[in-house]
């Protein structure tokens, strides 16, 4: 970050979350900015300051209470907010992050206390640049921008989604050890078609029906070319998005700046890492998996291209590997005879029906050895479905990948007591650990954390040019490699939380290595490749001034 700037003196000094450190001050630093008398006397450690701050988060019983407090210890002090969540990473992240957070987009007018990353509002659309240039801290290594359309399984905020991109970057703080004064959460505000946000007299977003066709194309068009210009070593991550929008948007974008979509690449990544795992404990390789998906969206797609990618680096030919594929939307199976598909969506169509097109009917008819759900049903994976794909295979992997937890395809505990204990299971949402056969098995949290993170540090360490599929395939396949359930077949797919720090060094340089073969980042031994790596990782600390 540099030196302390000179203007920040007494009050002003702490108010300044990113250098403030309370009652840590020393004496000399007291004495040296002109701060006793706004403090206490007594001088505390980070950790004394931790354990007070923490026994003032237990006593919120609300989870929705618990982030609030959170957020207004971030815009305090930010050391002591990551260290924190640092030590009581388990309990901590779901309040930051999912599922709490789509409560905090819910609410986000109401519990709005300060200024946190941008708001580019369509009416100042001739005024992009200057608004980035208002960003709060000059230089940008990640950016993280939503519209709001499509926040988790909740639908259009407005700007309220904001609260996504402020909880993604903190995660990109908290695990990738990105400087939290090098990140820039922002909201394209270009209206909501929530009426019940627009008839909320306290929203604070433009009151005004979203703009589409070429007016919202432009817009968009209008940002990247801002950020090209005021910020052009950023990552630029795009976050919940709608369907129609997502891809278009990554894939106008992927060539011309530093940039991914988390919904799209991300959970792609992290679902394959996962069912990776799964498929060397069932030692079942994949170009032999059957694979079913509820939900036919962006994200599933996503999932179900890198899954491909996968076989075919199995051995099979791509026609072969998208054969072993069956996705249904609402209306049902993807089948050729479908008039309303996307392009991505008609790769994956089937040239005819399978059994009754419904998922019940497809899962009865075939041996399916996979089953993933991105579609926000709750309690759609129901227990005849689920005892019948476990009856026809001896370690069903199924993984309900909608999130918040109440649009959960099924609970870890329903899916663990169908199967008989059989189920390779990871969630989308956080589950706690089933209890069967007298044992407490730990379910892995099939989330985006386990990737972004460490995009962001490998872009910081390897200074790619480009952010390509093949890299989130190496940032897959070392979480696999890191999965605690090649150990013991009963552990969880995932790695635990609090070894996420360390995990995200690994992916980190695999995505770096991947990076430099193929010519999209500067060559280096691969030593000098993983100093760049640990030393790009911030970690919670005060410094002396």
């Not at 970050?1 to 630093?29: C, D, I, V």
């Not at 789509?102 to 941008?118: V, W």
Request: with cysteine; net charge neutral; proline share 7%.
């Amino acid at each position: 970050m540099g030196p302390l700037p000179e203007a920040l003196r007494g009050a002003r000094l702490l108010s300044a979350p990113a250098w403030n450190k309370g009652t840590a001050f020393t004496e000399q630093e007291r004495n040296r900015f002109g701060l006793h008398g706004l403090l206490p006397p007594y001088v505390e450690t980070l950790e004394a300051q931790v354990a007070r701050a923490y026994a003032a988060y237990l006593a919120y019983e609300k989870p929705l209470n618990r982030h609030i407090y959170l957020r207004q210890l971030q815009d305090n002090n930010e050391v002591l907010f990551y260290r924190l969540l640092l030590d009581h990473i388990a309990e901590t992240m779901p309040i930051v992050y999912t599922p709490t957070v789509a409560e905090a987009c819910r609410h986000f007018s109401q519990i709005y206390r300060r200024p946190r990353g941008l708001f580019i509002s369509y009416p100042l659309r001739d005024r992009i640049p200057e608004l980035l240039r208002n960003r709060p801290h000059p230089e940008v290594d990640v950016i993280c921008v939503t519209d709001g359309e499509r926040i988790l399984g909740i639908g259009d905020q407005g700007v309220g989604g904001l609260a996504i991109p402020i909880g993604k970057l903190s995660l990109y703080s908290l695990i990738g050890g990105i400087h939290p004064a090098r990140t820039l959460p922002v909201v394209l505000d270009v209206g909501t078609n929530n009426e019940e946000v627009l008839r909320d007299p306290t929203y604070l977003g433009w009151h005004h029906e979203r703009i589409c066709g070429a007016e919202y194309d432009d817009f968009i068009e209008c940002f990247v070319q801002a950020v090209k210009q005021e910020l052009p070593g950023a990552c630029l991550q795009w976050e919940d998005f709608s369907q129609p929008h997502a891809r278009s948007i990554l894939d106008r974008y992927r060539t011309r700046l530093l940039t991914f979509n988390d919904d799209i690449q991300g959970t792609g990544a992290v679902a394959l890492g996962a069912i990776l795992a799964a498929a060397k404990v069932t030692g079942r390789p994949m170009r032999e998996q059957k694979i079913v998906f509820l939900g036919a969206g962006s994200a599933s797609i996503g999932v179900a291209d890198y899954l491909r990618a996968a076989m075919i680096e199995d051995g099979l030919a791509d026609g072969e590997a998208r054969r072993r594929f069956w996705i249904l939307d609402k209306e049902g199976l993807l089948v050729e005879s479908r008039a309303d598909l996307r392009p991505e969506q008609r790769i994956y169509a089937r040239s005819e029906m399978t059994g009754d097109g419904t998922l019940g009917g497809v899962i009865g008819a075939i041996d399916a050895t996979i089953l993933i759900g991105l579609s926000t049903v709750r309690g759609a994976f129901t227990e005849p479905i689920v005892r019948e794909m476990a009856r026809k295979v001896e370690r069903p992997i199924i993984l309900p990948l909608s999130n918040p937890t109440e649009r959960s395809e099924a609970t870890a505990a329903e899916l663990i007591h169908w199967t008989g204990g059989r189920a390779l299971v990871a969630t989308g949402s956080p589950f706690a650990a089933v209890d069967y056969g007298g044992h407490a098995l730990a379910i892995a949290q099939c989330n985006n954390v386990y990737i972004f993170p460490a995009m962001g540090l490998g872009a910081v360490a390897a200074r790619p040019r480009r952010i390509t599929d093949s890299m989130f395939l190496a940032a897959a396949r070392a979480l696999a490699a890191s999965s605690p359930a090649l150990k013991d077949p009963s552990a969880p797919l995932l790695p635990a939380l609090q070894d996420l720090r360390e995990v995200s060094r690994e992916i980190a340089y695999a995505v770096g290595c991947d990076a430099q073969r193929g010519g999209h980042a500067p060559r280096c031994p691969p030593e000098s490749l993983m100093q760049s790596v640990t030393a790009a990782q911030w970690t919670p600390a005060y410094p002396e001034f």
